[in-house]
């Protein structure tokens, strides 16, 4: 009995010790765990900053997007002016040579007129027709007095 006693004995150590060793292995596991979970919060709240990160990427290549096709439209605006002005130019300067070959041949036409060495002669004044003194009618003579008076 003695022996026997003396295994129950040895066996109660050794569960105690297993137990203990358990009880430390638990603890570590526990420890283990809280830190996994500290460590996914991290991670979670780094793919939220990630992802608010790429949402304003996004906004803003979005507003770079739409600044770029103004610029184009404000480009493609200039070369359809500068393609205009380039016609107008091009119209104007044919104008200006069309007006100088009609300068040239109305100096052509021109010259065959000559001018006197005196200058220009004094145009005497035009004379008016001589109206009846003696008007049948009122109308007549306030007319006859306002041509009199030109």
Request: proline share 3%.
């Amino acid at each position: 009995m003695r022996a026997l006693a003396q295994r129950s004995a040895q066996a109660a150590k050794e569960i105690k010790v297993l137990i203990q060793s358990s009880t430390a292995k638990i603890a570590i596991g526990a420890e283990m765990a809280d830190q996994a979970g500290h460590t996914m919060r991290e991670i979670v709240e780094s793919v939220r900053s990630v992802t608010n990160i790429i949402g304003e990427i996004t906004r803003a290549s979005g507003e770079q997007s739409a600044g770029i096709l103004e610029i184009n439209q404000a480009v493609r605006q200039v070369d359809e002016m500068t393609q205009r002005n380039g016609a107008l130019v091009g119209e104007a300067s044919m104008a200006a040579m069309a007006l100088r070959e009609q300068a040239e041949h109305l100096t052509e036409m021109v010259s065959v007129f000559r001018l006197s060495d005196r200058g220009p002669q004094a145009m005497s004044e035009p004379t008016l027709p001589q109206l009846d003194p003696a008007p049948t009618d009122t109308r007549d003579a306030s007319l006859a007095n306002a041509l009199a008076a030109a």
